[in-house]
């Protein structure tokens, strides 16, 4: 792949009453250390959210603006990295992005759970005005998000109880997820939002011996993230 600020090869040879079919090319790996290549290498490897502006002054690269503490770290390391080169890339005038009020929303999505009957991968009618809710809110949520700069994933978590053998549990566990997902679809929540998994019996969230231990961990979980 050329360099996205080098010239085309065939170019140079336009306008010249050189043959092209007569030049040998021979093509080298080659990453250039000139602040402009690697502004534009960053910008490919960290998608850097809309909130953050990489700039060159004086030779040295400088992020400045607000980003989710992941982003931020990230950013660090690829500092360390590029300082081993000789190559400055300064992260000192980086804010961890204020999201206080999603804050709020987050934890209610995140103590949402769809629940489910023993052997089931499709919750009963009276979870729908609970994915009416979810899907109201993780709407909300992931447009909020994007207004600040940041992409917001939905972890689906898929849970069952410890009746019958762990082999058939995780299966049921991930079915579960996967019909969350399939419900919130319909609802309106974009699928690439949207990731599932299937816990089994490990994750539960009350123990099995207690009252309502077998029904309250037959469940899907949701787990906020943000980019």
């Known amino acids: 792949m050329r360099d996205?600020?080098?010239?085309d090869p065939q170019a140079l040879l336009s306008g010249t009453d050189v043959d092209?079919?007569?030049?040998?090319?021979q093509w080298q790996f080659y990453q250039s250390l000139d602040p402009k290549f690697v502004v534009k290498r960053l910008t490919a490897a960290l998608s850097p959210p809309k909130t953050v502006q990489l700039s060159i002054i004086q030779g040295r690269i400088v992020a400045v603006g607000e980003a989710p503490a992941g982003w931020i770290n990230r950013a660090r390391a690829a500092a360390e990295q590029l300082s081993a080169d000789g190559v400055v890339l300064d992260?000192?005038?980086?804010?961890?992005?204020?999201?206080?009020?999603?804050n709020h929303l987050r934890q209610a999505i995140q103590t949402t759970d769809i629940f489910f009957s023993s052997g089931k991968v499709v919750p009963g009618p009276e979870?729908?005005?609970?994915?009416?809710?979810?899907?109201?809110q993780i709407k909300e949520f992931?447009?909020?998000a994007r207004n600040s700069g940041v992409t917001a994933r939905f972890m689906l978590t898929?849970?069952?109880?410890?009746t019958g053998r762990e082999t058939a549990n995780a299966s049921i566990s991930a079915a579960r997820a996967e019909t969350v997902r399939a419900l919130l679809n319909k609802r309106g929540v974009a699928p690439e939002l949207l990731l599932v998994r299937g816990a089994g019996t490990f994750e539960p969230a009350v123990p099995e011996n207690s009252l309502t231990g077998s029904s309250t961990n037959r469940r899907v979980s949701i787990t906020v993230n943000l980019d």
């Open 4 to 7: 996205p600020l080098a010239a």
């Open 142 to 144: 992931a447009q909020s």
């Open 158 to 162: 898929g849970h069952s109880d410890t």
């Open 91 to 102: 992260v000192s005038q980086l804010r961890e992005l204020n999201l206080a009020e999603l």
């Open 20 to 25: 092209p079919a007569r030049v040998h090319a």
């Open 127 to 136: 979870q729908t005005p609970v994915l009416d809710r979810l899907a109201d």
